[in-house]
């Protein structure tokens, strides 16, 4: 799980340099966020059964983007420690390292103001680990691991001269995938190459935020992400957030 992290680490922090320039306007920046979230999750090696709950979600991002191009990479995390199923309990933890590169396609008039609309490749390195508690001496445990490449498109949109609201969606396309699973049913199968097809990691953002000062900027985001996992013993999760978050703009 470590030497995933440490590959797509240099992954991602060699990609940007190719992005930075001398612009007039950063729309992005240091961006911090927190909330709460809601999940509902199903992982076949541990139950059929459905667990749900929440989890406290803090993601920690920066970036740059101007009309032509830019790029963020960032950090989230999501965590709970009291998923229910009846009288069943889980802790369930979420990590998710982003690298995204945006590539203006167009600019157009919404409703009489001006939008811009964003295209552009993803790299991502996700993992889950679901610890089930049965009884005081007896858990099961299970974790999924992706390192994808993906795609994302963004649309920003200026509703004022400090106001903007922006739509954003990621997709995960090819990557290899590991997964605690029953050695037995599938022995050689440690890690394997899927595609959207076999496995998906979806995440859609809605927000809206407002430029107090120059440098400082205030927004809320709507949150929502589904992943799917096929390759072992089947395993689903939703979770929907509801985030403040503040950047600083360099």
């Not at 995390?77 to 009846?86: A, E, R, Y």
């Not at 007896?138 to 509703?159: C, P, Q, R």
């Amino acid at each position: 799980m470590k030497s995933y992290l440490t590959i797509i680490l240099i992954i991602v922090i060699g990609l940007p340099v190719s992005s930075q320039e001398s612009i007039p306007l950063n729309r992005l920046g240091l961006n911090v966020e927190y909330g709460i979230s809601g999940v509902a999750l199903k992982d076949q090696y541990i139950s059929k059964e459905r667990y749900t709950g929440s989890l406290q979600t803090i993601g920690i991002w920066y970036g740059r983007l101007t009309d032509r191009r830019g790029w963020q990479l960032g950090m989230t995390n999501q965590q709970g420690s009291d998923l229910k199923n009846h009288a069943i309990r889980a802790e369930f933890e979420r990590v998710s390292l982003n690298f995204d590169q945006f590539f203006q396609m167009k600019t157009f008039n919404l409703l009489a103001k001006p939008a811009s609309w964003y295209f552009g490749p993803s790299v991502e390195y996700f993992e889950y680990e679901l610890i089930n508690r049965f009884s005081s001496n007896h858990k099961a445990y299970s974790e999924l691991i992706m390192v994808s490449m993906g795609i994302n498109a963004m649309l920003e949109w200026d509703l004022a001269n400090k106001l903007t609201l922006s739509a954003f969606v990621r997709s995960n396309v090819i990557g290899v995938n590991a997964k605690t699973h029953d050695e037995q049913r599938h022995t050689d199968q440690n890690s394997i190459l899927q595609t959207f097809i076999k496995a998906n990691n979806l995440n859609g953002d809605l927000f809206i935020r407002y430029r107090v000062i120059k440098r400082i900027s205030l927004g809320l985001k709507g949150k929502a992400q589904y992943t799917r996992s096929t390759g072992w013993e089947e395993s689903q999760n939703f979770v929907n957030s509801i985030l403040l978050f503040a950047i600083v703009h360099f």
